[in-house]
C-alpha cells in the first residue's frame, strides 16, 4: 500500500532562484555628494551617483555648488570632459551654452533669440543641492520632483561648541539602502551576528520621513531622515564614572548606482577634556561601534555586516519567526521613498 | 497634392505643389526659399517664420502657446504680424490647396 506524499510547498525552495540582491529603484531622498573641503571654487569634476554620472561645479566666487546631468540639451558633449565654471554657471564645451546651479540656461553666445523654454525652466537637470554639516548634499528625485522635506539640525555636527571628533568612514556595500537599513529593525542579527549578549527590545516608529528606532530601551536612538541620512546617539552608562555617556554616528550613505551603496559615516562626541574617564569611555564607544573595540565580544558593523550585505538576496516573502524584529513595517514605510516612472509618459 | 503660392522675400512669386501631411516648413525648406527651419520643429528657433494670408486664417490650426512665445521673441528683429505662423506648426492639407503664404525677413 501506497500512501500520498504530503505535497511540498515549492515556492518555499524555488524561490530562491528567481531572486535579486535589490530589485529596487534608486530611493529619492538628500544624499551625501563630498564633503565641502574637497570642492574647491570654481572646481569641476564627474561623480557616479544615483545610477549615472553627475557634474559636480563650483561657482569661482564660492559660494553655490551645482550637480548637473553631464550631456548639454543643445547636442549632447559631456559638460565634465572639457566644461569650465564661468563666474556661477557651468559652460559646455561644444558651443559655450552656459547654465546656472538650478539648470537655467544663463548664456547661448551666438543666439540672437533665446528659444522661449530657456525662459519658462530649466533646461539642463541639475539636483537641489546645499552645504550643511560641511558636506554638499543633494537631493535625488527620479521626476525631478522638488524636495520633499529638509535637512534636520544636527547638533553634534552644527553646534560649534560642545562637541568633537573628525573620525569619519567610508565603506562601499554590494547592496542597496533598504537593505543596510533594514538591520537597523532586525534586532535578532545583533545577538547573532555581533554577539550581542542579547537581543534587545525595538520599537519604531514613522512619522512622514521620518522613522524613530529605541533599541535596547533607549541604549541606541536613532532617527532616519530618509534613505541617505541616518543619526544613531548610542547612551551608555560609564562604570567608572556612573554617567551616562553618549557618543553619536551620523551615517550619510548614498546609492552609487541601484544595488551599491557607499556608506559614509562621522562619529561625534562631547567635547571631553583631554585626560578625563569621560572622554576615554566615549572613544571607546566610537571603536565599539566600528568594531575594533579592545577587549570586548561584541562586534561593530565593519568586521560582520559586509558579509552578509554584500552576498544575500532580498526575499519579498522572508519566513520569520517570533523574536525577529519589525520588518515588515520598515518595508511598508521605505516604499515611500520608491517613486513610479513610466517612461512612456515622458 | 496641395499647392502652395508663395512670395519670396524678394517679392517674386511662384506656386510649388506639396504633399498633403507634410509641415509647411519642410515645404519651403526643400524648394530652396533660404528658409532654414533651424530646430526641426521645436519651436526654439524661429527660422521658419512666415507670412499666411489672412483669408486662410480659419483652416489653419491655432496657434499654440509656445508658437505664441517663440514669435514674441523673435518680435524685437522682425516684423510680428497678426497673420505671423511658424510654418513648422502648419501641417498642410486638402483644405489649405492654393494657401498663399510670404517668407518673413531672417531673424
Not at chain 1, 524584529?325 to 509618459?345: L, Q
Not at chain 2, 528657433?45 to 483652416?59: F, L, R
Request: charged share 25%; proline share 7%; glycine share 8%.
Amino acid at each position: 500500500m501506497t500512501s500520498n506524499p504530503t505535497p511540498i510547498n515549492l515556492k518555499m525552495l524555488l524561490e530562491s532562484q528567481t531572486l535579486k540582491r535589490a530589485p529596487f529603484p534608486v530611493p529619492m531622498g538628500w544624499y551625501f555628494v563630498d564633503y565641502s573641503e574637497n570642492l574647491k571654487a570654481g572646481e569641476l569634476r564627474n561623480v557616479q551617483l544615483f545610477d549615472q554620472e553627475w557634474v559636480l561645479f563650483r561657482s569661482e566666487d564660492g559660494s553655490k555648488v551645482g550637480v548637473t546631468d553631464p550631456y548639454c540639451p543643445h547636442l549632447g558633449a559631456h559638460i565634465g570632459h572639457g566644461g569650465k565654471v564661468c563666474g556661477d554657471n557651468v559652460r559646455c564645451p561644444f558651443h559655450h551654452w552656459e547654465y546656472d546651479v538650478d539648470g537655467m540656461c544663463k548664456a547661448i553666445p551666438y543666439a540672437k533669440v533665446m528659444p522661449p523654454i530657456v525662459k519658462k525652466q530649466a533646461i539642463l537637470r541639475t539636483l537641489p543641492t546645499v552645504e550643511k554639516y560641511g558636506m554638499i548634499w543633494s537631493w535625488f528625485h527620479p521626476l525631478c520632483e522638488a524636495p520633499h522635506f529638509e535637512l534636520p539640525y544636527i547638533p553634534e555636527m552644527e553646534d560649534k561648541t560642545g562637541y568633537t571628533g573628525s573620525r569619519r568612514g567610508s565603506w562601499s556595500a554590494n547592496t542597496c539602502i533598504q537593505e543596510i537599513a533594514e538591520n537597523g529593525v532586525d534586532v535578532a542579527h545583533l545577538k547573532f551576528l555581533h554577539n550581542a549578549p542579547g537581543i534587545p527590545p525595538v520599537s519604531a516608529s514613522y512619522d512622514g520621513n521620518r522613522m524613530h528606532l529605541d533599541i535596547g530601551n533607549g541604549y541606541i536612538v536613532g532617527e532616519m531622515y530618509g534613505p541617505g541620512l541616518n543619526v544613531m546617539r548610542f547612551n551608555q552608562k560609564d562604570p567608572v564614572t556612573e554617567k551616562v555617556i553618549t557618543a553619536t554616528m551620523i551615517s550619510y550613505s548614498v546609492p552609487v548606482t541601484h544595488d551599491t551603496t557607499q556608506m559614509n559615516m562621522s562619529f561625534r562626541h562631547v567635547d571631553y577634556a583631554e585626560g578625563t574617564p569621560e572622554l576615554h569611555f566615549t572613544k571607546k564607544q566610537i571603536d565599539h561601534m566600528i568594531g575594533a573595540a579592545e577587549g570586548e565580544e561584541s562586534a561593530g558593523f565593519e568586521s560582520v555586516d559586509f558579509i552578509v550585505w554584500n552576498n544575500k538576496r532580498y526575499r519579498p516573502n522572508p519566513l520569520l519567526c517570533d523574536g525577529d524584529g519589525p520588518i515588515f513595517p520598515f518595508r511598508n514605510w521605505f516604499k515611500r521613498f520608491y517613486a513610479e516612472v513610466d517612461h512612456s509618459k515622458i | 497634392m496641395a499647392e502652395v503660392r508663395v512670395t519670396d522675400r524678394k517679392g517674386g512669386e511662384s506656386t510649388i505643389s506639396a504633399d498633403s501631411g507634410r509641415p509647411l516648413m519642410e515645404v519651403l525648406r526643400d524648394a530652396n526659399f533660404d528658409l532654414q527651419g533651424t530646430c526641426g520643429g521645436a519651436m526654439s528657433c524661429g527660422t521658419c517664420h512666415v507670412y499666411i494670408k489672412p483669408e486662410w486664417n480659419d483652416k489653419l490650426p491655432a496657434k499654440s502657446e509656445d508658437e505664441q512665445m517663440m514669435l514674441e521673441a523673435i518680435g524685437d528683429l522682425v516684423e510680428v504680424r497678426p497673420n505671423s505662423r511658424l510654418s513648422c506648426q502648419v501641417v498642410l492639407d486638402d483644405s489649405m490647396a492654393g494657401i498663399e503664404v510670404e517668407i518673413a525677413p531672417e531673424v
